[in-house]
């Protein structure tokens, strides 16, 4: 597995932003994409974005769609969820996940991942 670390939570009120990163280590396995996951208390973790190092794309669900981008730093291994427009209901833990199997695009399920962060703390109050 790759260890990796997300950072960059915190509260905000509703409307504003929050950037997060996910910094993956080195390692002997190949990294093909990855992703953001959230889950709220109570809830099951849900997909938020995804990027595939392999084809360059990007994906999103559609909760978040036009308010939150992905963004790589691919010298430092690092991928960006920039937020903005947070709502209430973006309120969650988010964690990182990396796909070494190479699983079929777009990657959205929790399955589809082999890598996990501790996750952050992102509250967005009303």
């Known amino acids: 597995q790759v260890q990796l670390v997300e950072s960059g939570g915190g509260q905000v009120q509703a409307g504003g932003s929050l950037r997060l990163s996910c910094v993956a280590s080195?390692?002997?396995?190949?990294?093909?994409?990855m992703g953001w996951f959230r889950q709220a208390p109570g809830k099951e973790r849900e997909f938020v974005a995804a990027?595939?190092?392999?084809?360059?794309?990007?994906d999103y669900a559609d909760s978040v769609k036009g308010r939150f981008s992905i963004s790589t730093d691919n010298a430092k291994m690092t991928m960006y969820l920039q937020m903005n427009s947070l709502k209430p209901e973006d309120t969650a833990v988010y964690y990182c996940?990396?796909?070494?199997?190479?699983?079929?695009?777009?990657?959205?399920?929790?399955?589809?991942?082999?890598?996990w962060g501790q996750g952050t703390q992102v509250t967005v109050s009303s």
């Open positions: 996940a990396a796909d070494h199997d190479r699983a079929v695009w777009p990657v959205r399920a929790v399955a589809d991942f082999e890598s």
């Open positions: 080195e390692s002997s396995l190949r990294i093909y994409a």
């Open positions: 990027f595939s190092w392999s084809l360059y794309n990007t």
